[in-house]
């Protein structure tokens, strides 16, 4: 079945420090969704990619879909103590169901 | 609008025994996922239910099964627990379609395998 990796696994950063999860595919996705899951929460859905070479932003949020469609990228910006929680990407490819990534524990020290 | 709800948020139960997991999604919601979440496993993907038809599989023995009613509502039953069973069951339903959409994901049932 498909696979989708997702690095990294954690992350540390400092309060203001910048944060980037990566998701990849060996196949050519038809979309992909990215998901917070906050400490001791459920999985909440943040945004889905469609288009090859999409770029979407959320305030300090920027979520991009490569243009092969098979990688995609969550970036955040000057990260705060309420971005901790793990991030999943979540990929469906032709005619699939939903694979979600392992996730990226993030934790940010104020 | 009310969210997924799940029922029992907790269970405890011993090798050996069943259990059923109720879902009930979010009004107007077709589609109804399960997912079992272990830590250091992620999300895995149990089954999907469409209009009380299971639409998608997911690589899990047979001892893990679900149904789908008229409602949307679903119940998974897992047969024979074993103690590796032990997971937060999340169950999330969306619209349906050919493509998933956004998922609503429930609180969870914290299943525990003694």
């Known amino acids: 079945g498909q696979q989708v990796m997702q690095i990294p696994q954690y992350q540390h950063v400092q309060e203001g420090e910048d944060f980037t999860t990566y998701c990849n595919s060996s196949?050519?996705?038809?979309?992909i969704q990215w998901y917070k899951q906050r400490p001791g929460g459920h999985p909440v859905f943040l945004i889905q990619l469609v288009k090859s070479g999409e770029v979407k932003k959320q305030k300090r949020l920027t979520f991009q879909f490569g243009e092969a469609k098979k990688n995609s990228s969550l970036h955040i910006t000057a990260t705060q103590t309420t971005d901790v929680g793990t991030y999943f990407c979540?990929?469906?490819?032709?005619?699939?169901?939903?694979?979600f990534g392992e996730g990226t524990q993030l934790t940010v020290n104020p | 609008k009310a969210g997924v709800t799940q029922t029992p948020r907790y269970l405890i139960k011993t090798r050996g025994q069943q259990v059923t997991l109720s879902c009930s999604p979010i009004?107007?919601?077709?589609?109804v996922s399960w997912y079992q979440q272990t830590p250091g496993q992620g999300l895995q993907f149990l089954f999907e239910?469409?209009?009380?038809?299971?639409?998608n599989k997911g690589n899990f023995p047979g001892r893990f099964s679900g149904r789908q009613f008229s409602n949307s509502r679903s119940e998974m039953n897992v047969s024979t627990l074993e103690l590796g069973d032990s997971a937060l069951y999340l169950c999330?339903?969306?619209?349906?379609?050919?493509?998933?959409?956004?998922?609503?994901f429930g609180p969870g049932t914290r299943l525990t395998v003694l």
């Open positions: 979540a990929a469906q490819g032709s005619g699939s169901r939903l694979t």
């Open positions: 999330a339903s969306s619209f349906g379609g050919q493509s998933y959409n956004e998922q609503f």
């Open positions: 196949t050519t996705l038809s979309n």
């Open positions: 009004s107007g919601h077709r589609s």
């Open positions: 239910y469409f209009s009380e038809t299971q639409r």
